[in-house]
């Protein structure tokens, strides 16, 4: 019996996501052009929606 109540509990565990949410890579480029040049600019990093990482090169 609590083999089957430890399976149910740990089924239902994995099912609501309790491990938190999985972090997604972000990227971000772009271009400016104005009166000084041409200027590129670019980010890399990950986010869960919560806490979020970000490294500009």
């Known amino acids: ?9 740990m089924v239902a565990l ?3 996501g309790a491990d938190g ?3 997604e ?3 971000n480029a772009g271009i ?4 000084g040049g ?3 600019n670019c ?3 990950t986010s869960n929606g ?5 490294v500009g090169c």
């Open 38 to 40: 041409i200027s590129t």
């Open 1 to 9: 019996m609590k083999k089957i109540v430890f399976l149910i509990s």
């Open 21 to 23: 949410a999985p972090f």
């Open 14 to 16: 994995a099912s609501c």
């Open 43 to 45: 980010s890399v990093g």
């Open 25 to 27: 890579p972000t990227a």
């Open 32 to 35: 400016s052009i104005g009166t």
């Open 50 to 54: 919560t806490v979020s990482v970000n």
